[in-house]
Protein backbone atom coordinates (compact mmCIF):
# COMPACT_ATOMS: atom_id res chain seq x y z
CA UNK A 1 0.00 0.00 0.00
CA UNK A 2 0.96 3.48 -0.55
CA UNK A 3 0.75 6.62 1.82
CA UNK A 4 -3.14 7.02 1.92
CA UNK A 5 -3.53 10.61 3.72
CA UNK A 6 -7.49 9.69 4.09
CA UNK A 7 -6.63 5.97 5.33
CA UNK A 8 -9.61 6.28 8.34
CA UNK A 9 -12.45 6.38 5.11
CA UNK A 10 -13.05 3.42 3.60
CA UNK A 11 -11.22 3.07 0.23
CA UNK A 12 -14.48 2.21 -1.30
CA UNK A 13 -16.05 5.02 -0.22
CA UNK A 14 -13.64 6.94 -1.21
CA UNK A 15 -13.26 6.30 -4.69
CA UNK A 16 -16.88 5.90 -5.07
CA UNK A 17 -16.95 10.11 -3.70
CA UNK A 18 -13.95 10.70 -6.43
CA UNK A 19 -16.17 9.29 -8.95
CA UNK A 20 -19.02 11.19 -7.93
CA UNK A 21 -17.48 14.07 -7.79
CA UNK A 22 -15.50 13.48 -11.02
CA UNK A 23 -18.95 12.71 -12.92
CA UNK A 24 -20.28 15.65 -11.52
CA UNK A 25 -17.50 18.39 -13.10
CA UNK A 26 -17.85 16.43 -16.22
CA UNK A 27 -21.11 17.42 -16.45
CA UNK A 28 -20.49 21.20 -15.47
CA UNK A 29 -17.47 21.14 -17.93
CA UNK A 30 -19.20 19.47 -20.56
CA UNK A 31 -21.47 22.56 -20.68
CA UNK A 32 -19.01 25.10 -20.65
CA UNK A 33 -16.43 23.71 -22.33
CA UNK A 34 -16.83 25.62 -25.40
CA UNK A 35 -16.81 28.90 -22.84
CA UNK A 36 -13.44 28.16 -21.60
CA UNK A 37 -12.33 31.34 -24.37
CA UNK A 38 -15.47 32.94 -23.97
CA UNK A 39 -15.05 37.30 -23.93
CA UNK A 40 -17.35 39.79 -22.93
CA UNK A 41 -19.12 41.39 -26.27
CA UNK A 42 -17.60 44.56 -25.50
CA UNK A 43 -14.51 42.94 -26.39
CA UNK A 44 -15.33 40.57 -28.97
CA UNK A 45 -14.84 43.27 -31.63
CA UNK A 46 -10.96 41.92 -31.87
CA UNK A 47 -11.88 38.43 -31.94
CA UNK A 48 -14.46 38.67 -35.01
CA UNK A 49 -12.39 40.32 -37.18
CA UNK A 50 -9.38 37.65 -36.00
CA UNK A 51 -11.11 34.66 -37.24
CA UNK A 52 -12.51 36.63 -40.27
CA UNK A 53 -8.96 37.13 -41.43
CA UNK A 54 -8.16 33.54 -40.28
CA UNK A 55 -10.75 31.78 -42.14
CA UNK A 56 -9.68 34.67 -45.47
CA UNK A 57 -12.45 36.39 -45.68
CA UNK A 58 -13.56 39.78 -46.23
CA UNK A 59 -16.39 41.89 -44.85
CA UNK A 60 -17.57 41.77 -47.95
CA UNK A 61 -17.42 37.43 -48.34
CA UNK A 62 -19.68 37.85 -44.76
CA UNK A 63 -21.45 40.27 -46.14
CA UNK A 64 -22.34 38.22 -49.05
CA UNK A 65 -23.00 34.91 -46.36
CA UNK A 66 -25.10 37.05 -43.71
CA UNK A 67 -26.93 39.54 -45.78
CA UNK A 68 -25.84 41.96 -43.67
CA UNK A 69 -24.32 45.43 -45.14
CA UNK A 70 -20.18 45.88 -44.79
CA UNK A 71 -21.52 48.93 -42.75
CA UNK A 72 -22.63 47.17 -40.05
CA UNK A 73 -20.21 44.97 -40.17
CA UNK A 74 -17.53 47.77 -40.30
CA UNK A 75 -19.14 48.73 -36.49
CA UNK A 76 -19.07 45.32 -34.95
CA UNK A 77 -15.24 44.81 -35.78
CA UNK A 78 -15.16 48.46 -34.89
CA UNK A 79 -16.89 47.76 -30.58
CA UNK A 80 -20.05 49.19 -31.85
CA UNK A 81 -22.99 48.41 -30.11
CA UNK A 82 -25.10 50.25 -31.92
CA UNK A 83 -25.88 47.17 -33.95
CA UNK A 84 -29.20 45.24 -33.54
CA UNK A 85 -29.03 41.62 -32.15
CA UNK A 86 -30.04 39.50 -35.36
CA UNK A 87 -27.09 41.29 -37.27
CA UNK A 88 -24.25 40.84 -34.85
CA UNK A 89 -25.25 36.86 -34.32
CA UNK A 90 -25.04 36.18 -37.63
CA UNK A 91 -21.53 37.76 -38.05
CA UNK A 92 -20.19 35.99 -35.43
CA UNK A 93 -22.15 32.75 -36.56
CA UNK A 94 -20.21 33.33 -39.99
CA UNK A 95 -16.83 33.48 -38.01
CA UNK A 96 -17.71 30.49 -35.99
CA UNK A 97 -18.90 32.01 -32.89
CA UNK A 98 -22.28 32.26 -31.31
CA UNK A 99 -23.69 34.80 -28.75
CA UNK A 100 -24.47 33.87 -25.17
CA UNK A 101 -26.28 34.97 -21.68
CA UNK A 102 -24.87 33.86 -18.11
CA UNK B 1 -13.64 -4.35 0.84
CA UNK B 2 -16.31 -3.05 -1.43
CA UNK B 3 -16.51 -3.51 -5.19
CA UNK B 4 -13.61 -2.28 -7.23
CA UNK B 5 -14.34 -2.80 -10.58
CA UNK B 6 -10.39 -1.33 -11.38
CA UNK B 7 -9.25 -4.22 -8.57
CA UNK B 8 -5.91 -4.54 -10.71
CA UNK B 9 -4.44 -1.15 -10.13
CA UNK B 10 -2.68 -0.61 -6.80
CA UNK B 11 -4.99 1.79 -4.85
CA UNK B 12 -2.52 3.96 -3.93
CA UNK B 13 -1.60 4.67 -7.63
CA UNK B 14 -5.67 5.04 -8.43
CA UNK B 15 -6.07 7.37 -5.74
CA UNK B 16 -3.14 9.69 -7.32
CA UNK B 17 -4.65 9.66 -10.53
CA UNK B 18 -8.12 10.64 -9.56
CA UNK B 19 -6.36 13.45 -7.52
CA UNK B 20 -4.65 14.80 -10.50
CA UNK B 21 -7.76 14.54 -12.23
CA UNK B 22 -10.44 16.54 -10.00
CA UNK B 23 -7.29 18.90 -9.92
CA UNK B 24 -7.10 19.34 -13.87
CA UNK B 25 -10.65 19.57 -14.08
CA UNK B 26 -10.86 22.05 -11.19
CA UNK B 27 -9.10 24.32 -13.08
CA UNK B 28 -10.53 23.99 -16.06
CA UNK B 29 -13.81 24.83 -14.18
CA UNK B 30 -12.53 28.11 -12.41
CA UNK B 31 -11.51 29.60 -16.05
CA UNK B 32 -14.76 28.79 -16.87
CA UNK B 33 -17.30 28.78 -14.05
CA UNK B 34 -19.35 31.71 -14.22
CA UNK B 35 -20.16 30.27 -18.01
CA UNK B 36 -21.11 26.90 -17.02
CA UNK B 37 -25.12 27.74 -16.43
CA UNK B 38 -24.91 29.76 -20.17
CA UNK B 39 -27.58 29.73 -22.55
CA UNK B 40 -27.48 30.66 -26.18
CA UNK B 41 -28.60 34.34 -26.53
CA UNK B 42 -31.66 32.91 -28.51
CA UNK B 43 -32.81 31.64 -25.50
CA UNK B 44 -32.18 34.06 -23.15
CA UNK B 45 -35.85 35.61 -23.01
CA UNK B 46 -36.80 33.27 -19.93
CA UNK B 47 -33.59 33.67 -18.23
CA UNK B 48 -33.87 37.44 -18.41
CA UNK B 49 -37.87 37.45 -17.14
CA UNK B 50 -37.19 34.98 -14.51
CA UNK B 51 -34.26 36.81 -13.25
CA UNK B 52 -36.05 40.38 -12.99
CA UNK B 53 -38.87 38.33 -11.85
CA UNK B 54 -36.66 36.89 -8.89
CA UNK B 55 -35.42 40.25 -8.46
CA UNK B 56 -39.00 41.70 -7.88
CA UNK B 57 -38.60 44.21 -10.48
CA UNK B 58 -40.87 45.49 -12.57
CA UNK B 59 -40.33 45.96 -16.71
CA UNK B 60 -40.68 49.54 -15.48
CA UNK B 61 -38.36 49.27 -12.96
CA UNK B 62 -35.69 47.75 -15.35
CA UNK B 63 -36.17 50.99 -17.87
CA UNK B 64 -35.74 53.35 -15.02
CA UNK B 65 -32.43 51.74 -14.23
CA UNK B 66 -31.56 51.34 -17.60
CA UNK B 67 -33.22 54.16 -19.93
CA UNK B 68 -34.30 51.01 -22.40
CA UNK B 69 -38.02 51.63 -22.79
CA UNK B 70 -40.40 49.11 -21.70
CA UNK B 71 -41.21 48.12 -25.33
CA UNK B 72 -37.85 47.02 -26.06
CA UNK B 73 -37.57 45.43 -22.93
CA UNK B 74 -41.03 43.86 -23.63
CA UNK B 75 -39.17 42.58 -27.22
CA UNK B 76 -36.14 41.35 -25.37
CA UNK B 77 -38.53 39.43 -23.37
CA UNK B 78 -40.11 37.95 -26.18
CA UNK B 79 -36.79 36.29 -27.84
CA UNK B 80 -36.73 39.42 -30.43
CA UNK B 81 -33.58 39.91 -31.44
CA UNK B 82 -34.24 43.15 -33.21
CA UNK B 83 -32.84 44.70 -30.23
CA UNK B 84 -29.97 46.73 -30.46
CA UNK B 85 -27.22 45.51 -28.75
CA UNK B 86 -26.52 48.26 -26.29
CA UNK B 87 -29.76 47.95 -24.93
CA UNK B 88 -29.68 44.55 -24.70
CA UNK B 89 -26.76 44.10 -22.84
CA UNK B 90 -28.33 47.05 -20.43
CA UNK B 91 -31.31 44.97 -19.80
CA UNK B 92 -29.25 41.83 -19.16
CA UNK B 93 -27.26 43.80 -16.43
CA UNK B 94 -30.23 45.25 -14.76
CA UNK B 95 -30.95 41.47 -13.75
CA UNK B 96 -26.91 40.55 -12.85
CA UNK B 97 -26.35 39.00 -16.55
CA UNK B 98 -23.44 39.56 -18.83
CA UNK B 99 -23.11 38.60 -22.69
CA UNK B 100 -20.49 36.60 -24.16
CA UNK B 101 -18.64 35.89 -27.89
CA UNK B 102 -17.10 31.91 -27.85
Chains 1, 2 share one sequence.
Not at 45 to 62: F, P
Not at 64 to 90: H, P, R, W, Y
Request: proline fraction near 2%; include cysteine; hydrophobic fraction near 40%.
Amino acid sequence: MTTNKLAEIPTGLLLEALKDRIENQQRQLATSDKLANAVPIEEAAKLISGRRNQLGMSQQDVSDITGVSCTTISKAENSSMKVQLDNFIAIAKATGLKVWVA
